[in-house]
C-alpha cells in the first residue's frame, strides 16, 4: 500500500537557518504529493502541492519539488522565522482521493 | 469555498463516558468525509471515512464508531471512553475543484479522557 515517511523530529533552528524536511514515498501510479502545517493548538493546513513530477510547490517561502526518479518531496525554506515553528505532514494522495500522511516532524526556530 | 465545523474545540471526559463529536462540512456536497486522530507527539491516523449518508468504512479497529445521517454531518462516537482514546480529533474532506487540492480540514477537537 501507499506510504509516506518522513524525517523524525523534533528538528530545531535559530533564526534564518536553512530548512530541510525530508519527504520519501512509496505508491503505485502517479500520486499527488502534499505539504501540511499544523500550528500548535490548530488543525492542519494546506502548505503546498506537487501534481506531477518535476513540478515544484511554492507558498510562504517553503518550496517542495515532486522528484519521481528518487520519490520524494523534500521540503525547504532558505531563512526560517520564530513564527514558522509547528508540525509539517508530508502527504500525498492517490486515485481513491484518500489521503496517506507521514508522521509529522515538529519545527522548533529559536530566535 | 469548503469550510468544515467541528465541535466542541476541547472536551474533558472521564473514563467510561459517551462521547459524539459533530462535524459538519459547508459548500459542498456529497462529499468523503473522513475522521482522523493525532495521539500525543505522534502523527494522523485514519479512523473512519464516508462516502456518502449512511455509509461508514472503518479503517482499524477500536472503541470508537461513527455515523454520517445527513450529507453534510459526520458523527464520532463512543458508548465508554478509554484512556487510550484522548487525542486530538480531525475531520476533513477532499478539496476538489479542477484536481487534486489535497483536504480541508476542521480546527479540530482536542479530547482528553481522565
Known amino acids: 500500500g501507499d506510504s509516506v515517511t518522513q524525517m523524525e523530529g523534533p528538528v530545531t533552528l535559530s533564526e534564518e537557518a536553512f530548512l530541510t524536511i525530508n519527504c520519501t514515498y512509496t505508491?503505485?501510479?502517479?500520486?499527488?504529493l502534499f505539504w501540511y502545517v499544523q500550528y500548535p493548538g490548530e488543525g492542519l493546513q494546506l502548505l503546498l502541492k506537487?501534481?506531477?513530477?518535476?513540478d515544484k510547490g511554492s507558498n510562504k517561502g517553503f518550496e517542495a519539488t515532486y522528484r519521481k526518479e528518487t520519490t520524494s518531496f523534500h521540503l525547504e525554506k532558505g531563512s526560517v522565522q520564530v513564527s514558522d515553528s509547528a508540525v509539517y505532514f508530508c502527504?500525498?494522495?492517490?486515485?481513491?482521493?484518500?489521503?496517506?500522511f507521514g508522521g509529522g516532524t515538529r519545527l522548533m526556530v529559536k530566535p | 469555498s469548503q469550510t468544515i465545523h467541528q465541535w466542541p474545540a476541547t472536551l474533558v471526559q472521564p473514563v467510561g463516558s459517551p462521547l459524539s463529536l459533530e462535524c459538519t462540512v459547508e459548500?459542498?456536497?456529497?462529499?468523503?468525509l473522513y475522521w482522523y486522530r493525532q495521539a500525543a507527539g505522534r502523527g494522523l491516523q485514519l479512523l473512519f471515512y464516508?462516502?456518502?449518508?449512511?455509509?461508514i468504512s472503518s479503517e482499524v479497529p477500536q472503541n470508537l464508531s461513527a455515523s454520517r445521517p445527513q450529507d453534510r454531518q459526520f458523527i464520532l462516537s463512543s458508548k465508554k471512553l478509554l484512556l487510550s482514546d484522548s487525542g486530538f480529533y480531525l475531520c476533513?474532506?477532499?478539496?476538489?475543484?479542477?484536481?487534486?487540492?489535497?483536504?480541508?480540514f476542521g480546527s479540530g477537537t482536542r479530547l482528553t479522557v481522565v
Open positions: 502527504a500525498l494522495m492517490n486515485a481513491g482521493n484518500m489521503l496517506t
Open positions: 505508491a503505485t501510479g502517479y500520486p499527488s
Open positions: 506537487a501534481t506531477k513530477a518535476d
Open positions: 459548500g459542498t456536497s456529497n462529499p468523503n
Open positions: 464516508s462516502v456518502g449518508i449512511g455509509q
Open positions: 476533513a474532506c477532499p478539496r476538489t475543484f479542477s484536481g487534486p487540492y489535497g483536504y480541508t
